[in-house]
């Protein structure tokens, strides 16, 4: 169990988020063990030799305890009985729950200062402030889009709030107003988006044929013009440094398609 006043020097990361700040960080020798999906975002090189363990969601105590863990830190999607397993197997847990931007970059500080790495930590938020700050320089005066990111068919979903700043940046508004949550289809085609983004967690190979062929979806602007697009969605979907580099990812797509039109 960690001593007050130290810093941690066990770590198990349950989310490819808090595994892609360590390493940004620098202080990937931390990490006892890691989630079963970092590898999507990190690669399979990167993450040689890291034991791996089941995600925030479906994690149990039994999975956590043989690495004798400082700290153990979980990040959205939560399920209170996996978290409430760990906390009462005596394990110190960190649940992070971010939402905008700003609350990314206030998670990244706080996992430099856990791991005395504050330099670190501003100069990984000062690199991807950069990046948006060029992606607004380069798309924010086009003209306005309607943008509908979908993170789930069934129910349909759409994105978290990160996923608004991100559209924010190239002049997108981003529709049906109200992220993280379940929709009526009725009101995605009240909102007639004019890019349609998929990007449903966990799947490779984004079935935009099956988005196109929709009932009742015929008069959306964005399958009128075939403006449905994806990419890979672990890059916008996971709440880290790597949103820079998703962030780009997502204008290329949806103004390569609105270029195109």
């Not at 060029?134 to 996923?163: D, Q, T």
Request: net charge negative; proline share 8%.
């Amino acid at each position: 169990m960690q001593r007050i006043g130290t810093y941690p020097n066990r770590i198990v990361s349950l989310e490819p988020n808090v595994t892609a700040t360590l390493f940004a960080l620098n202080r990937q020798h931390l990490l006892a063990a890691v989630s079963e999906h970092d590898h999507r975002l990190l690669g399979e090189e990167a993450l040689e030799g890291f034991p791996r363990v089941p995600c925030t969601w479906s994690v149990k105590a039994k999975d956590i305890l043989p690495f004798d863990p400082d700290l153990v830190i979980a990040s959205v999607p939560f399920r209170e009985q996996s978290l409430s397993e760990l906390l009462k197997a005596g394990l110190n847990v960190l649940a992070l729950y971010p939402e905008r931007l700003e609350s990314i970059y206030g998670n990244i500080r706080l996992l430099a200062a856990l791991t005395d790495a504050r330099e670190e930590g501003e100069h990984v938020i000062s690199k991807m402030e950069l990046s948006f700050e060029r992606l607004r320089e380069a798309f924010g005066s086009k003209p306005h889009i309607r943008v509908y990111m979908e993170v789930w068919p069934r129910p349909l979903m759409n994105g978290p709030a990160w996923h608004v700043d991100l559209v924010n940046l190239m002049a997108g508004e981003f529709v049906p107003p109200g992220p993280g949550r379940r929709l009526k289809e009725r009101e995605i085609l009240e909102a007639d988006p004019e890019v349609i983004v998929v990007a449903w967690p966990g799947v490779e190979n984004q079935p935009l044929e099956k988005v196109y062929a929709r009932p009742g979806w015929e008069n959306v602007t964005a399958i009128k013009k075939r403006r449905v697009v994806s990419i890979p969605e672990i890059w916008i979907n996971v709440p880290g440094p790597n949103l820079a580099r998703g962030a780009e990812m997502l204008a290329e797509a949806i103004w390569n398609v609105k270029q195109e039109a």
